[in-house]
């Protein structure tokens, strides 16, 4: 049977769920090694053995999912174009991440929980594979970045910590990347199913992209460095692409199931979302009377998603428990306002937009508000609590294609006394300048307005050829540049089984006791000798290394 051709559009389509796909064929691997005891980061070639491995597995895999897949069709060059806009500039950023020096590039990445994601895949490499015995966070993210930087070759000296910076930072960005691209893909489908104006249903893509890269959504987050919340987005929004174009086929039953598999070790939160999405494949695969065949083949699925599911599920009721729902954390304030938009953009569609193509997205949505509603109700805490907000907050990304959709609908083909020309025209002027206006926070982020601290400082200090000595940083560059450079030292030593990050210790008396626990307590400092020995007087044998801050 022959694979059918796939288009620029389809291939597009295709980015997103393709690479939910290899992060969690990565994420299994290294799961099932840990299972069986092989250690598969310690060193590179039982990484790059199995990377290799999992590449043959995945080109021959999408053959065979390729044939008798949904074709996709083919649409105007406009409409893509227009639609992808806001993922194409993401992309151009990416480009210029990759291609700039790494303090430079990385200031944004330097802040936040980045640091933490950072220090998780640390112990994961430490750990050998993924497993839960010494740290009960969801790590399938880090697992398949550890598997990736094992590979390079490289120890955990100042190469490797640079080169693990830009990993994960570009990493980080890809995934921002394609949210853009599905979200935006999804809301020029819906569009495209009651207008048949390239135009505009490219706008109502583009803005979706655009509303999501903004400072609403991009711009809260991102700062913070919540990865695995924008992981998570990008596994619902890719499933739901996938939904829209065909529900009933074993690519979209496989793209479903994955998306479970990863969930259960990314955030475990959203899993009843994602498993809805699952049960709507199942129901119209199963609707129609599969052969024996496949039906068997569809529970060998089941079964596969259910085993490689559980271990990240069952770390998290034995490690933070449900108890963490109510544990505090700095989240902005809660998007109830995009919510009840949403809903009222969800309802105006219903009308006019075919069920199919709806239902994945009212389904995300809705099943997002609810867990956020019992997440409430479970912990006794309120819509501002750190686990509620995220899940609303990724109830509105979610929502965005149904806003920009209706908003799309509302634009007649001609107004009295004016071409429809001309007002497309105008809504298109209209559009872009909340374009430009919401792609101006991926830009200022760049150049500093997403950083806490001077990527040039930090990068010198935890690249000195002393820091994978170094106990303290102290004095040079500002608080928060000596804060995330002692954060970044628990690279070069840190095991499995070292607790998570948490605030670096800036206090006199939490410096001392690092000093006085190190075998040769060293200080990484741009200050004057006298003055370093006359802060710590507690180690009279202190080594002093200057490192001088970047202009």
């Known amino acids: 049977m022959a694979v059918p051709r796939v288009g620029l559009r389809g291939g597009f389509e295709r980015l997103p769920s393709a690479a939910v796909v290899v992060v969690a064929t990565l994420c299994s691997a290294s799961l099932v090694s ?29 053959q065979i999912l390729a044939v008798g897949s949904p074709p996709t069709a083919s649409h105007s060059r406009v409409e893509l174009i227009v639609s992808t806009l806001p993922a194409g500039v993401m992309a151009l950023l990416w480009i210029l991440i990759a291609a700039s020096p790494l303090g430079t590039a990385t200031s944004w990445f330097l802040s936040g929980d980045h640091l933490r ?47 693990l910076i830009r990993l994960q930072s570009l990493a980080t960005w890809l995934v921002l990347v394609l949210i853009a691209l599905a979200l935006g893909l999804t809301a020029s489908t819906l569009t495209r199913s ?49 939904l829209t174009r065909s529900r009933s086929d074993r690519g979209a039953l496989v793209v479903a199931s994955v998306g479970v598999t990863l969930m259960a070790h990314v955030w475990q939160v959203l899993l009843p979302v994602v498993g809805l999405l699952l049960v709507l494949v199942l129901r119209e695969r199963w609707q129609a009377a599969l052969p024996r ?79 956020a509603l019992g997440l409430m109700l479970v912990s006794g805490v309120g819509w501002s609590s750190y686990y509620p907000n995220k899940t609303i907050w990724t109830a509105a ?102 607790p998570p990050l948490g605030l670096a210790p800036r206090g006199i008396d939490e410096q001392c006791r690092l000093l006085e626990e190190a075998g040769a307590p060293l200080v990484l400092s741009d200050a004057v000798e006298a003055d370093v020995r006359s802060r710590f007087t507690c180690v009279p044998q202190l080594d002093i290394v200057r490192v001088e801050a970047a202009p």
């Open 194 to 242: 009651r207008d048949d104006r390239p135009l505009v249903t490219g706008a109502a893509g583009c803005l979706t992209g655009a509303l999501v890269v903004g400072r609403g959504f991009f711009g809260d987050y991102v700062p913070r460095g919540f990865q695995t919340s924008l992981v998570a987005l990008l596994i619902v929004s890719a499933v739901v692409l996938r």
């Open 293 to 371: 065949r496949s039906l068997i083949a569809d529970v060998v699925v089941l079964l596969a998603t259910t085993a490689l599911a559980i271990p990240g599920v069952l770390g998290a009721l034995h490690g933070y428990g449900v108890g963490a729902i109510a544990v505090p954390g700095d989240v902005p304030p809660p998007a109830l306002g995009w919510i009840v938009v949403v809903a009222l953009s969800g309802a105006v569609l219903a009308m006019r937009t075919p069920r199919a193509l709806l239902t994945p997205l009212v389904v995300a949505v809705g099943a997002s508000v609810a867990t």
């Open 117 to 163: 994601h950072l220090a998780l895949v640390t112990r994961t490499l430490d750990a050998g594979a993924l497993e839960y015995t010494s740290q009960s966070y969801p790590r399938g993210w880090h697992a398949a970045l550890a598997l990736l930087w094992s590979s390079s070759g490289l120890d955990r000296d100042a190469e490797g910590l640079a080169a």
């Open 34 to 62: 840990g299972l069986v005891g092989l250690d598969v980061t310690s060193s590179p070639w039982p990484a790059r053995v199995l990377l290799g491995a999992l590449g043959i597995v995945l080109v021959v895999g999408a």
């Open 397 to 498: 990304a979610l929502g965005l294609p149904l806003v920009c959709s209706a908003a799309a609908g509302l634009l007649p083909r001609s107004v009295s006394g004016v071409s429809g020309r001309a007002v497309v025209a105008l809504v298109a002027s209209v559009v872009m300048g909340l374009v430009t206006i919401s792609l101006a926070a991926p830009v200022a982020g760049l150049r500093g307005a997403w950083s806490a601290a001077d990527g040039d400082v930090v990068i010198d200090t935890v690249t000195t050829p002393a820091a994978a000595d170094a106990a303290v940083v102290w004095a040079v560059g500002s608080e928060v540049d000596d804060a995330t450079s002692q954060l970044l030292l628990d690279f070069y030593s840190a095991t499995s089984t070292t």
